[in-house]
């Protein structure tokens, strides 16, 4: 006898992916934002800092630390130890959300990789011939790359602050072309401003990845040897003179992301069932064992990392480098220097123009074939964002300047840190006030969204409700025992009620691993559909989710009126069973593997799923179908997959 399952807490409300993991961006983001604060927080400790005892502060981070192994060992003062051994995981973590992106994010379709890839190189050429012909037959030319990198913490989190209403799919595409700037500016660190670069230890480190390579085909998971293979890499990368930061980057590259597959879960479930009859700790170490092989090793690595990264590693980075002596005699000499002004009007002027001018010169090349994800207006003010240039410009400026030109140089970041946050603040505020549907016009634009149901909506065979043309399609993939599909039920038919050009669509995903029920209530459900009603049943299933036995379903049949005897000779011979099977089937083809899952105009919907989410989901799709319409590229984006 299975102990009753316990009640989901009122509105925890996501999905069972979401639950687990949270959600690929909405996690990233809300971890962005947050840390955003406490980097602005660790700036204005170094400037208050430096301006209270200059020396003090120096001489803090210039302390030398040592750590040796027998005869060997690495020296390096402790703010080179933030700079280039932290800064690792920082890149790491650049790395991860890089490869995400190509694997489950907007890049997967791989020929959308063109637009931001143009618009992050963009976004880094303009800059740096900006500052180039700001110190043009200067010494100080030679320190051009401080003027390209945005930060991506700083801007994803004043996007967050300046942009609360834009949809998923601007920050999105701002997070692409940040993520493409730092690879490049990382391969600049790597190639331009490292030292005297060794043979010998740079061909150990290609080997050193080599054997990490074998290692991740060979399907090893032990954590312990991807940290020590990354370490040995790390250490012969420094004794290369290559910066070693580079290391956190490949990794992040090299692991997958991937949504976890529903064998992978129905095997973590017996697993844990085992631990639950027999709780000794060899079970419980395999539970644990199959509960973590059902994430990728992208997302594990990004759960671990991420908030020490965005909440310790980077405002620990801007405290050791963000600090400056500010005077009236400084100021005077460097808003003159042509530092300072190349690198400020790089970043105010060239971030842009450059990530708005190649936009809209690779749209026109195609001849809008491929359009950007979202309006001009969101690039205008994404470009404008992608001009807070922090952490990755402060570690150039410390490879390519000391002294007073690297205090220069530390100003020239800063303040244009200042004017593009004010600049996108204006942009983002000047279309807010726009009309209602030239602003929807000007921030999501017109391309085509990436399809995730594999298998579009059929009249003749899904159950639906609602209009048949209706501009917004929901699909909802449940499972008449899960608890949580029971909590968004009221959710759904409140949203039907308060949109009257809205579809919801049914699909069966019966858990059977977690739910033994659900499968018989799933045919109970289109046994009665055979008789014209599925939805009384749909209904009456999804109110009485602990009574769903064999002779509870025929009591239901008999409430609804149907033929008693012909729905029990349907569930007996299991004549649905292959029809449950498909809607299995095409939830494996759209990568869906919990209950509830909600999929809007083809996409699938990540996060809460409490009213006030959906509404601002179905809201946003409306929009853009209505452009799609009024711009002719599609009828019903749905019934076009």
Not at 343 to 365: D, E, H, N, Q
Not at 441 to 465: F, S, W, Y
Not at 490 to 519: I, K, N
Not at 567 to 574: I, P
Request: hydrophobic share 50%; with cysteine.
């Amino acid at each position: 006898m299975t102990e009753p399952e316990a009640s989901p807490e009122p509105f925890a409300g996501r999905t069972a992916w979401t639950r687990s993991l949270q959600t690929p961006l909405r996690a990233f983001l809300r971890t962005e934002s947050g840390s955003a604060a406490v980097l602005l927080a660790a700036t204005v400790t170094a400037l208050v800092w430096a301006n209270i005892d200059v020396a003090s502060y120096e001489s803090v981070w210039r302390a030398p630390l040592s750590i040796r192994l027998g005869g060997t060992g690495v020296s390096q003062t402790l703010r080179e130890w933030v700079n280039s051994g932290l800064m690792t995981f920082f890149f790491l973590i650049i790395g991860l959300e890089a490869r995400r992106e190509f694997d489950m994010g907007e890049l997967r379709e791989r020929r959308r990789v063109l637009l931001p890839l143009a618009a992050g190189i963009g976004g880094m050429v303009v800059p740096v011939a900006i500052y180039l012909a700001v110190n043009a037959g200067r010494p100080s030319a030679h320190g051009w790359g401080v003027a390209m990198s945005t930060d991506t913490a700083f801007a994803l989190g004043l996007l967050a602050l300046v942009g609360r209403r834009l949809p998923d799919t601007v920050r999105a595409f701002l997070l692409t072309v940040v993520v493409v700037d730092d690879v490049v500016a990382l391969a600049v660190i790597a190639t331009v401003y490292s030292g005297h670069v060794a043979l010998q230890p740079l061909v150990v480190t290609l080997a050193i990845f080599g054997v990490l390579l074998a290692v991740r085909a060979g399907r090893i998971r032990n954590g312990l040897i991807y940290a020590l293979l990354g370490v040995a890499a790390w250490v012969a990368l420094f004794s290369s003179g290559v910066d070693p930061v580079a290391v956190g980057l490949v990794i992040g590259l090299l692991t997958f992301a991937y949504p976890p597959a529903r064998d992978d879960l129905e095997r973590a479930t017996g697993l844990f069932r085992l631990f639950r009859e027999q709780p000794t700790p060899e079970l419980a170490r395999s539970a644990s064992t199959g509960l973590t092989a059902a994430l990728s090793p992208n997302e594990r690595l990004l759960q671990l990392y991420h908030p020490w990264t965005s909440y310790l590693i980077v405002p620990l980075f801007a405290l050791a480098n963000a600090g400056i002596a500010i005077s009236g005699e400084f100021l005077s000499r460097a808003y003159t220097s042509p530092i300072t002004l190349g690198i400020l009007f790089g970043y105010i002027a060239g971030k842009p123009i450059g990530i708005v001018g190649s936009s809209w010169l690779v749209t026109r090349l195609n001849r809008a074939q491929l359009r950007p994800p979202v309006g001009w207006a969101a690039i205008a003010g994404g470009g404008a964002i992608a001009g807070i240039g922090f952490t990755v410009s402060l570690l150039i400026a410390t490879l390519a300047f000391d002294g007073a030109q690297l205090q220069e140089a530390k100003l020239g970041v800063l303040s244009a840190a200042l004017c593009a946050s004010t600049a996108a603040w204006v942009v983002f505020g000047i279309t807010a006030l726009l009309p209602p549907r030239r602003r929807i016009q000007a921030l999501l634009g017109n391309a085509e969204p990436i399809i995730d149901l594999a298998e579009p909506v059929d009249p003749d065979r899904d159950h639906i409700r609602g209009p048949a043309e209706a501009l917004v399609t929901v699909v909802e993939y449940g499972d008449f025992e899960c608890p949580y599909c029971g909590l968004a039920e009221p959710v759904v038919r409140e949203l039907l009620a308060d949109f009257g050009d809205v579809r919801y669509v049914w699909r069966h995903l019966p858990l059977t691993d977690v739910h033994p029920r659900a499968q018989l209530a799933a045919e109970a459900a289109e046994a009665a559909a055979s008789q014209g009603t599925f939805w009384p049943m749909h209904d009456l299933l999804l109110d009485h989710q602990g009574d769903l036995r064999p002779a509870d379903l025929t009591h239901y049949a008999g409430e609804l009126g149907l033929d008693v005897e012909r729905f029990r000779t349907d569930l007996r011979k299991h004549i649905y069973a292959p029809r449950i099977a498909e809607d299995i089937e095409s939830a494996g083809l759209s990568g869906v593997s919990g209950t509830p899952t909600f999929i809007i105009n083809g996409r699938r919907h990540y996060g809460a799923y409490d009213i006030t989410t959906l509404t601002t989901a179905v809201k946003t799709a409306k929009a853009r179908a209505t452009i799609a319409t009024q711009s002719g590229l599609v009828g019903n984006t749905v019934d076009e997959t």
